[in-house]
Nanobody, 121 residues
Framework: VQLQASGGGLVQPGGSLRLSCAAAEFLSQGFSIGWFRQAPGKRREWVST????????YYGDSVKGRFTISRDNAKNTVSLQMNSLKPEDSSIYYC???????????????WGQGTLVTVSS
């Protein structure tokens, strides 16, 4: 059972990108799905989390108002819509599954491979 993140790429500042995390097994078992990012030489940073029990959504301060996390029931994915992208959003983005709504990586039990997002002109 794996998580699969996809949708990364190169985008200009101010542009948008949509990441997807294939998480069917995890969603069916009630796991919350989170997104993290990690730039070279930096710590892994929590971005957002979706709680399937109440459709609750949670965001880090650096992305609040620009990113939106949502569940696509038909595809069993959790998406991260990223708007108004800035160069500092450039990172490898990871999706992960947790039994609690948490902001620290250690609370997430399962991780997908990363997808690279580069924001540059």
């Amino acid at each position: 059972v794996q998580l699969q993140a996809s949708g990364g790429g190169l985008v200009q500042p101010g542009g948008s990108l949509r990441l997807s995390c294939a998480a069917a097994e995890f969603l069916s078992q009630g796991f919350s799905i989170g997104w993290f990012r990690q730039a070279p030489g930096k710590r892994r940073e929590w971005v957002s989390t979706f709680n399937p029990y109440d459709n609750g959504t949670y965001y880090g301060d650096s992305v609040k108002g620009r990113f939106t996390i949502s569940r696509d029931n038909a595809k069993n994915t959790v998406s991260l819509q990223m708007n108004s992208l800035k160069p500092e959003d450039s990172s490898i983005y990871y999706c992960a599954a947790t039994r609690v709504v948490a902001t620290t990586p250690k609370e997430y039990l399962y991780w997908g491979q990363g997808t690279l997002v580069t924001v540059s002109s």
